[in-house]
């Protein structure tokens, strides 16, 4: 069921249509009309600009969240997305307490070069990622340069209903983005589930 992605010292593996199109389509009305989207302002060269995507930062009490300087403390689960975490949990063998909800409206809503390495995530964090709405590219990058100065790109288109697992040293070797693109007009809403570590953990 899961396909294993090549990319070396990484853990990344998609099920393409994990959900069937109904039930996807059905969740991602749901929660495009239900989570109480937010423009966060975010530190970019500099400066703080708005977020170029609707966000909202869900999860159990006490796993508050820190990006770009601010911190973020968690809206209550929807009931759509309890379950919808128990599912997750179950396919990804993992346990998850919160889940980033982006919303972009269209291809000119992106998300940059990045790792998610913050250390309430812990050394080697179990990432998954559910993807509702228009496929988007994924594209994945190593954090480190090759002898010759490059870093070669990989690309993963992300379907509808598709869930996505990273694991591993996939962050500590390598960076992902959520390019800009003209082709796609329509919303797309992702749902990465984490797990904060809590001084108690």
Known sequence: MWQ????PGAELALIPHWLAADE???LLAQLSATIRWEQHRIRMFGREVDSPRLSCWIGDPGTSYVYSRTRFEP???PDALRELRRRVEHACGAQFNSVLANLYRDGSDAMGWHSDDEPELGVAPVIASVSLGAQRRFVLRPRQR???GMRARSTLPLPHGSLLRMAGATQQLYQHALPRTTRVTQPRLNLTFRRIV????
Do not use: Q
């Open 75 to 77: 809206h209550p689960w």
């Open 4 to 7: 294993t992605l090549p990319l």
């Open 198 to 201: 809590r001084p108690e953990s």
């Open 146 to 148: 090759d002898e010759r």
């Open 24 to 26: 996807a389509d059905a």
